[in-house]
């Protein structure tokens, strides 16, 4: 086993699976069983859920919502996503921990970092709903904010794609993945990995970041056991 503690990084776009909005329940059940197997190996594991598949506070600005209204809407909707994943992993039997950057008590914890350590000690899976807390920021900075925190060795980003490319693979059928690529050639090539606030922080603190396809069953089990999945970036 490669890795003791992880973040793993899910995006709400991917909970939505097949469906147009929302969460789709086969997605939700697959996420849920590959969590479950390396659980099972004794890793770790913190979980940052997104919203994009609800809700995105650039999006409110089109509707004449406030830009930081939206981005709390947004904050909500990660929160909605990290409940759905909570149940379904506490079906699944697992024991999970549920921790907010927004207070909101009589659903979950509030976020405090020694009591998430704590949790994950105790192995406990711990979801960090509603973002960092604050506008302007997203569920991708929360990722690297809070596997620094908690002293995560890795940032294994679950996506669509299977890596990096030299292009965008949806757009570009020429483009090439990189196996592995060091944080100043991502911000040379100007390749989309994260957004920069969480690159960077990624980046300062030396905390490597894999790319990989979530979708893909055994994926998640394989990269904590050290095969080579998806994209490493490392300085
Ligand atoms: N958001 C925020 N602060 C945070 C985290 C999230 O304001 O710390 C808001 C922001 O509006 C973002 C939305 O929540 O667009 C949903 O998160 P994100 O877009 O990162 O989700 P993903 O793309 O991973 O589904």
């Not at 994009?52 to 209204?69: L, P, T, Y």
């Not at 009589?106 to 960090?128: D, N, Q, T, Y």
Request: with cysteine; aromatic share 6%; net charge neutral.
């Amino acid at each position: 086993m490669k890795y003791k503690r992880i973040l793993l990084k899910l995006s709400g776009e991917a909970l939505m699976g097949e469906k147009n909005y929302g969460i789709d329940p086969n997605r939700l059940q697959q996420y849920t069983q590959e969590i479950k197997k390396v659980k099972e190996m004794g890793v770790e594991i913190a979980i940052v859920i997104g919203g994009g598949n609800i809700f995105r506070g650039v999006q409110a600005e089109k509707s004449g919502i406030d830009r930081v209204q939206g981005d709390y809407m947004g904050m909500l909707a990660t929160l909605i996503n990290a409940m759905a994943l909570q149940s379904a992993l506490e079906q699944g039997g697992m024991y999970t921990r549920l921790m907010s950057g927004i207070k909101i008590e009589s659903v979950c914890e509030p976020f405090i970092r020694r009591r998430a350590i704590r949790h994950l000690e105790k192995g406990r899976i711990v979801i960090f709903g509603a973002g960092i807390g604050n506008p302007y920021f997203t569920t991708d900075s929360t990722a690297s904010l809070r596997a620094i925190e908690v002293e995560a060795e890795v940032v294994l980003k679950g996506t669509r794609v299977d890596g990096v490319y030299t292009a965008d693979p949806e757009k570009d059928p020429t483009a090439t993945k990189y196996d592995t690529i060091s944080f100043h050639d991502v911000y040379e090539k100007n390749l989309n990995v994260m957004d920069m606030t969480a690159f960077t922080l990624c980046q300062e603190n030396n905390l490597p970041i894999i790319v990989f396809d979530m979708n893909k069953d055994g994926n998640l089990v394989e990269l904590v056991k050290g095969k080579k999945i998806g994209t490493l970036i490392t300085s």
